[in-house]
């Protein structure tokens, strides 16, 4: 007998008839002989419709009763789930992410697992019924509360149920076919990746391909987890997402797809003096707040003043609280001002076998310069480069990206169901 885990997005319960035909489909694996624990996301788009209606109640919703009312999604579809399961006559039992046994830090809104005990899921199977278990989130021990993992944090809650209960494959069910080489909501003509290595996939994801959340990716990296994405929508095969074996050669294409991401700002910090042991100040400054800051550039100062500019990238929702840091700051750095910008985007370029391939950035470059963007900062790593442009011209970076690179597909990829949002 196997166990599987299956994770469905909320992109494939979003109303009562989905709920239904997903509850055919566990009912499904179950009777072909398999343990089934099911993870469930929030209906459709509850999740932004909550954080919406928070905003309006107040602009500062967070921590703790933001997490409370969060959490109020995936106990919804949880529960029809299971009761949609029982009426085709297979026992079901829902479970919150306390009750299942997910156990995280005290940091509300982006916590990390510390411990999955999940004693009643297990008893449940045991007792031969499906169990559901809400995703995105845990309890925190020493506060006693509810906590959620991050947006797209389901994803995260399948991978750790599957590594704590031993399961032979975590299957991640979404709106299309598997992973592409680009978003095809985007690319049209991007293509399914039938396999990827954990490695690529983690630089995707980290590069906004949302299809995978990059905690779930590296948690089933650290684990072992088998992590096969495919559509809930029909039966085609999907992505598998491997962990090759030390030693163990894999074919590995020079790149394997492109992805961009709306959801960073840029801060300049202008005028600060080109002396040693400033960077190292201004960045304890922003570490404070603990903000995750990705691109870092500093121009050549000018000889005549001996002053320089630092850019870098963060995401937008801490783009006022490092700002503020800074500010607050300002006497004791030294610099003369700051600078916002929220209207970049970010193209990344995958591919593992980039480390032995020279002349990938001028490709990039080159494609880009073609259709006229501008790219105002580059970083690279062993398996990827990333630009920034202006957020308006994203879209069409990736697409001339993924055309020079030959990754365009002949068919049009199929997305079956979501808003995209
Ligand atoms: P779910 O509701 O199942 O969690 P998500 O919206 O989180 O679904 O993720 C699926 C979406 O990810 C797709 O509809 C697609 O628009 C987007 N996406 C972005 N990059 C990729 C990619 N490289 N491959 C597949 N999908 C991608
Ligand atoms: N419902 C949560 C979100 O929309 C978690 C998830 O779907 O993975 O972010
Ligand atoms: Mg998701």
């Given at each position: 007998?196997?166990l599987?885990?299956?994770?469905y997005?909320?992109s494939?319960?979003?109303?009562?008839?989905?709920i239904?035909?997903?509850?055919?489909?566990?009912?499904?694996?179950?009777k072909?002989g398999?343990?089934?624990?099911?993870?469930?996301?929030?209906?459709?788009?509850?999740?932004d419709?909550?954080?919406?209606?928070a905003?309006?109640?107040?602009p500062?919703a967070?921590?703790?009763?933001?997490?409370?009312?969060?959490?109020?999604g995936?106990?919804?579809?949880?529960?029809l789930?299971?009761?949609?399961?029982?009426?085709?006559?297979?026992?079901a039992?829902s479970?919150?992410?306390?009750?299942?046994?997910?156990?995280?830090?005290a940091?509300?809104?982006?916590?990390?697992?510390?411990?999955?005990?999940?004693t009643r899921?297990r008893?449940?199977?045991?007792?031969?019924?499906i169990?559901?278990?809400?995703?995105?989130q845990?309890?925190?021990r020493?506060?006693?509360?509810?906590?959620?993992?991050?947006?797209?944090?389901s994803d995260?809650?399948a991978?750790?149920?599957?590594a704590?209960?031993?399961?032979?494959?975590?299957?991640?069910?979404?709106?299309?076919?598997?992973?592409?080489t680009a978003?095809?909501?985007?690319v049209?003509?991007a293509?399914?990746?039938?396999?990827?290595?954990?490695?690529?996939?983690?630089?995707?994801?980290?590069?906004?391909?949302?299809?995978?959340?990059?905690?779930a990716?590296?948690?089933?990296?650290?684990?072992?987890v088998t992590?096969h994405?495919?559509?809930s929508f029909?039966?085609?095969?999907?992505?598998?997402?491997?962990n090759?074996?030390?030693?163990?050669?894999?074919?590995?294409?020079?790149i394997?797809?492109?992805a961009?991401d709306?959801?960073?700002?840029?801060?300049?910090?202008?005028?600060?003096?080109?002396?040693?042991?400033?960077?190292?100040?201004?960045?304890?400054?922003?570490?404070s707040t603990?903000?995750?800051?990705?691109?870092?550039v500093?121009?050549v100062?000018?000889?005549?003043?001996g002053?320089t500019d630092?850019?870098f990238?963060?995401?937008?929702?801490d783009?006022?609280t490092?700002?503020?840091?800074?500010?607050?700051?300002?006497?004791?750095?030294?610099f003369?001002?700051?600078?916002?910008?929220d209207?970049?985007g970010?193209?990344?370029?995958?591919?593992?076998?980039?480390?032995?391939?020279a002349?990938?950035?001028?490709k990039?470059?080159?494609?880009l310069?073609?259709?006229?963007?501008n790219?105002e900062m580059?970083?690279?790593?062993?398996i990827?480069i990333?630009?920034?442009?202006?957020?308006d011209?994203?879209?069409?970076?990736?697409?001339?990206v993924?055309?020079a690179?030959?990754l365009?597909?002949?068919e049009?990829a199929?997305?079956?169901?979501?808003?995209?949002?």
């Amino acid at each position: 007998m196997s166990l599987i885990v299956q994770k469905y997005g909320g992109s494939s319960v979003a109303d009562a008839e989905s709920i239904k035909r997903v509850a055919k489909r566990i009912v499904e694996t179950r009777k072909a002989g398999n343990e089934v624990v099911v993870v469930v996301s929030a209906m459709g788009d509850t999740t932004d419709e909550l954080v919406d209606l928070a905003n309006q109640v107040t602009p500062l919703a967070a921590g703790r009763e933001l997490d409370m009312l969060l959490t109020a999604g995936e106990r919804i579809s949880m529960a029809l789930l299971a009761m949609a399961i029982k009426s085709l006559g297979q026992e079901a039992r829902s479970y919150t992410g306390s009750q299942a046994g997910l156990i995280t830090d005290a940091k509300h809104g982006s916590a990390r697992i510390v411990d999955v005990s999940p004693t009643r899921v297990r008893a449940a199977l045991d007792a031969g019924a499906i169990a559901i278990v809400a995703g995105f989130q845990g309890f925190n021990r020493g506060t006693g509360d509810i906590t959620t993992l991050g947006r797209g944090g389901s994803d995260t809650t399948a991978v750790a149920l599957a590594a704590a209960l031993n399961a032979d494959v975590c299957e991640i069910y979404t709106d299309v076919d598997g992973v592409f080489t680009a978003d095809p909501r985007v690319v049209p003509a991007a293509r399914k990746i039938d396999r990827i290595t954990s490695e690529e996939m983690l630089e995707l994801a980290a590069a906004g391909a949302k299809v995978l959340y990059i905690r779930a990716v590296e948690y089933a990296r650290r684990h072992g987890v088998t992590l096969h994405v495919r559509s809930s929508f029909n039966n085609n095969e999907g992505t598998l997402v491997v962990n090759p074996k030390d030693g163990e050669s894999v074919e590995e294409p020079i790149i394997s797809g492109v992805a961009s991401d709306l959801s960073e700002a840029k801060i300049t910090i202008v005028g600060v003096p080109d002396v040693p042991g400033k960077a190292a100040q201004i960045f304890t400054i922003v570490a404070s707040t603990d903000a995750n800051i990705d691109m870092i550039v500093q121009n050549v100062s000018t000889a005549a003043t001996g002053l320089t500019d630092i850019s870098f990238t963060l995401p937008k929702s801490d783009g006022g609280t490092v700002l503020k840091a800074l500010e607050d700051n300002k006497a004791v750095a030294g610099f003369d001002s700051l600078q916002y910008d929220d209207q970049i985007g970010k193209l990344a370029l995958v591919g593992a076998g980039m480390r032995t391939n020279a002349g990938v950035s001028a490709k990039l470059f080159t494609a880009l310069f073609e259709a006229g963007i501008n790219i105002e900062m580059i970083s690279t790593s062993e398996i990827r480069i990333s630009v920034v442009t202006r957020a308006d011209t994203i879209n069409e970076a990736v697409r001339v990206v993924h055309s020079a690179f030959g990754l365009d597909g002949d068919e049009e990829a199929q997305v079956y169901g979501g808003t995209g949002r």
